[in-house]
């Protein structure tokens, strides 16, 4: 998985009660576009750093 800043990062609710999410990726660790991420989500604006599991992908941004 490799993303930029302006990404956008969509987390599956996989599990029971889980629902999905997305954010904005605000910051990247990386040179290589690696994880982790720190990410702006959308439905509280928080922001965290990100190790995305199997249900999570990335969608470019605009450039």
Known sequence: ????VGDRLI???TYGGNVRRE???V????ADGSPPYRVRWL?????SLVYPGPD????????
């Open 1 to 4: 998985m490799r993303a930029t």
């Open 11 to 13: 987390v599956e609710g």
């Open 23 to 25: 954010g904005v990726v």
């Open 27 to 30: 910051g990247v660790e990386h």
């Open 43 to 47: 439905d509280n604006g928080h922001e």
């Open 56 to 63: 999570a992908r990335v969608l470019p941004g605009r450039r």
